[in-house]
């Protein structure tokens, strides 16, 4: 497993390395799964399984992922992140995201909401 994110502002590309890498330990990790995945537009997932489905789904899509931090703004222990996302595998699969991110008590950053779609229109 790598190294999860110990800066809020590391978070977007720490995921991209994982995603790029096909580790899906490290992906599942970088979640906390009491929170919310928007992996499709409309359909947020909450709890483990549900997660794991969600990012197994994406891993499922092979190409490479880049993600541009637009911003991040940190108060305490919260973070909220912009992201401008792609995967590209022939087909190019794009939005652009937002990210709630929590510091965990051993100072490693997990993302407690993710909607990947939350910044479209």
Known sequence: MMN?????EDAHSALAAAFNTGDLATLLNMYDTSG???AEPGKPASGHEQFEEAVKAIL????TMEIKTVYCMQTGN?????SEWNI???????????ELMR???DG????LI???????G
Do not use: Y
């Not at 919260?78 to 912009?82: F, K, M, N, V």
């Not at 022939?90 to 995201?97: L, M």
């Not at 993710?114 to 479209?120: L, N, T, Y």
């Open 78 to 82: 919260l973070a909220i992140g912009r």
């Open 4 to 8: 999860l994110p110990k800066r809020a």
């Open 88 to 98: 590209t595998d022939g087909n190019e699969v794009q939005a652009k995201g937002i």
């Open 108 to 111: 490693t950053w997990k993302i």
């Open 60 to 63: 499922s899509m092979k190409g």
């Open 36 to 38: 919310i995945i928007v």
């Open 114 to 120: 993710d909607h990947a779609f939350g910044a479209e």
């Open 103 to 105: 510091q965990s008590e």
